[in-house]
Nanobody, 112 residues
């Protein structure tokens, strides 16, 4: 069983920045970030793919996903945050045998 531990959420003013991190308890095939806003479905934010990285259109140019493979850790640098970025952000991982795992989520609130 893979454990995913997220950190870095919190309250930030519009235009501000936050950096999320997620560490997997063991080596994993792929990782990424999703989010779920109140009353909405969970959506992809950013994840690694065969061709590089995939981003939601709404975050392109503002968010950057990076990874430390040796530490089984990914990061999400979020800049120019908007109120509509308010959501619970979930770390996602996929094992080498196509099993998906989810973190418990970390709340990001963008408000003045």
């Amino acid at each position: 069983q893979v454990q995913l531990v997220e950190s870095g959420g919190g309250l930030v003013q519009p235009g501000g920045s936050l950096k999320l991190s997620c560490t997997a308890s063991q080596t994993i095939f792929n990782m990424g970030w999703y989010r779920q806003a109140p009353g909405k479905e969970r959506e992809l934010v950013a994840r690694f793919s065969r061709d590089g990285t995939d981003y939601a259109d709404s975050v392109k140019g503002r968010f950057t996903i990076t990874r430390d493979t040796a530490a089984n850790t990914i990061y999400l640098e979020m800049n120019s945050l908007k109120p509509e970025d308010t959501a619970v952000y979930y770390c996602w991982a996929m094992s080498f045998v196509d099993i998906e795992y989810w973190g418990k989520g970390t709340l990001v609130t963008v408000s003045s």
